[in-house]
């Protein structure tokens, strides 16, 4: 008699299909003795999801946030066993342990969960109270989770077993945490560079200038060079987003010229002034431009 079970007699018939179906199935069966009491480990509890939103300078240097979440958890009263305080599971007696039984159907033998013990290979004679047996209780908690610099939007953290309890005393599932970032007035990003737009007046550009900056960790001073055209970008190095193996990224200026909506009689006659000598020393904007 061949002995298969059910879960692997299932899927190896189903996907093997073509040639070497049986052959998969004998192979796998000798191959892994161990499968039907490995059916018989107590289960790992689900993956639960939640969300959190991040400022944006959070985000880049890295925080750490407190999460309050409602999931199942070890029972606090029985730690996990199911069984009341003072006695423990005791191993089933039909299946001796391994949570499956056997039956012969033809040929074939095929191995099946256990109905006494559900699968577990123990039962449980006086359940905890609190949990009715299960080990798990649904309990609000706050955990605290440290998000790394440089968390992208929409990016996910896992942190191994905060997850929902397994059942009996099994391993706890995962959270997994997805990490909403919110806007910056100043700062943009670009991979790991920051990105922020200078307003410079005219004269900046043209004589040249420092101006200081804000960057993560406080402001530098970016030096404008004389003759810098409208729109061009000056980068900092260093004064981006920390990398996850080290250093950081960079600080990306873009100037921008702010033109002024209103100007006194003196500003005006002496910006006059300006355009007049701009023209005779041969000054043209537009020169090349658009076959001019």
Same mark, same amino acid.
């Given at each position: ?99 499956? /039984? ?58 191994? #077993? ?34 922020? /737009?200078?307003?410079?007046?005219? =004269? ?15 402001? /530098? #001073?970016?030096?404008?060079?004389? #003759?810098?055209?409208?729109?061009? =970008?000056?980068?900092?190095? #260093? ?54």
């Amino acid at each position: 008699t061949v002995q298969f079970t059910r879960g692997y007699l299932l899927g190896g018939a189903a996907a093997g299909g073509g040639a070497g179906g049986v052959g998969d199935l004998l192979g796998g069966f000798f191959t892994r003795g161990g499968g039907a009491r490995a059916a018989a480990r107590p289960r790992r509890g689900s993956d639960v999801e939640t969300e959190t939103t991040l400022g944006f300078r959070e985000a880049a240097q890295g925080v750490t946030v407190p999460l309050r979440m409602t999931s199942p958890s070890p029972c606090t009263t029985c730690h996990g066993s199911g069984a009341k305080p003072g006695t423990s599971p005791r191993v089933c007696p039909h299946c001796n342990g391994t949570g499956v /039984v056997s039956r012969n159907q033809g040929a074939f033998g095929f191995s099946e969960p256990c109905d006494d013990c559900r699968g577990t290979g123990s039962i449980i004679d006086d359940p905890c109270s609190d949990c009715r047996g299960t080990g798990i209780q649904n309990r609000t908690r706050t955990i605290t989770v440290r998000i790394p610099p440089g968390v992208r939007d929409g990016q996910r953290i896992r942190l191994a #077993g905060q997850g929902e309890a397994g059942l009996r005393g099994a391993p706890a599932g995962d959270l997994f945490v997805t990490v909403h970032v919110s806007q910056d007035k100043v700062f943009g990003r670009n991979g790991d560079d920051l990105t922020l /737009v200078l307003p410079v007046s005219y =004269t900046e550009l043209v004589l040249g200038t420092t101006v200081s900056v804000p960057t993560l960790e406080g402001r /530098v #001073g970016v030096k404008v060079p004389p #003759g810098t055209a409208d729109g061009r =970008t000056l980068r900092v190095r #260093g004064r981006g987003v920390p990398k996850r193996g080290g250093g950081a990224g960079d600080l990306l200026v873009t100037v921008k010229v702010a033109v002024p909506q209103k100007l006194d009689d003196n500003a005006t006659e002496a910006l006059r002034r300006y355009a007049e000598a701009e023209k005779t020393s041969g000054f043209d904007p537009r020169a090349g431009w658009a076959g001019a």
